[in-house]
């Protein structure tokens, strides 16, 4: 074995790329300091100056506890409806060939790319009673525009590239001679897709689940036009309500860092759910 690539102390021994382990060390810490962790002890720190009473009342006021509920609902279900085209694209853009298929797999980034201002003011145009899909759909009786469902569709266009990228690489990796040998054993189609492929992406698919409900919990940009609001029909959401106490005559920190703990509780346990799947998948692909 090269003496360069012996570990020593739990370090790397010999030359690497990025000159000494102290200054990388403190160059990451300094660039994780004062981008995460600060910012999330500002937070704890004007939440922490309400009192646990005034903390709880002020979660459940009718306002937010609505607010919470249509972040969370209109999320979880927009996460749903992510991964079932999810799969589906992601299936289209491994395992066919076709023109245009790079320009298709581009697009799949476009929500990362887009502002999140723009895409909610365009989806609002289209989406309206005055927008070509907003007329399709008045003519079956449902109003898209300023409603949950606007919120939903919103929250679908900035999630669905996290369960396509989620997806893809485990598709790539899967050969086509599993699907083949359950066929020639007499399987169907659906027996197949249940008892050979969907194992094998499930727990890519959970990920990319959890990324999209993670996303949409917290989004503002594409939801803040599309779903007009409005507190007596529901569709005010939790990033909305803390800019609104930011951007009102009467400024205030605490109530917004309040709710801002609270999405970052969540956002947290998310994250956590992420990791746990990832390390079980990668077990078991190690196994």
Known sequence: ????MKKKGGRR???????GFGLSMGITVAMLSSLVLIPLASVLTYSFRLSFQ????????????SAFATSIGCAFVAAVVNCFFGVILAWVLVRYDFPGKRLMDG??????????????ITLTKMYS????????LEGVGISAAYSRVGIMI????????????????VLEKLPPSYEEAAYM????????FLRVIFPEIAPALLTGFGLALARGIGEYGSVIYISGNSEKNGTQVVSYIIMQKLNSGNVDYEGA?????????????????VNLIQHIASRRTNA
């Open 129 to 136: 009673d005055q927008g070509f899909l907003g007329r399709a």
């Open 1 to 4: 074995m090269n003496k360069s």
């Open 154 to 169: 919103a929250m679908v266009f900035v999630g669905i590239p996290f369960v396509v990228r989620a997806i893809q690489p």
């Open 54 to 65: 005034e903390f709880v009342e002020l979660l459940f006021r009718e306002n937010v506890r």
């Open 13 to 19: 021994a010999g030359r690497t790329v990025i000159p």
């Open 257 to 273: 860092a309040a709710i801002a703990l609270a999405l970052l509780v969540i956002s947290f346990l998310l994250l956590l759910f």
């Open 185 to 192: 054993l007499g399987a169907s189609r659906l027996r197949v």
């Open 107 to 120: 697009m799949i980034e476009l929500p990362f790319a887009l502002p999140t201002a723009v895409a909610g």
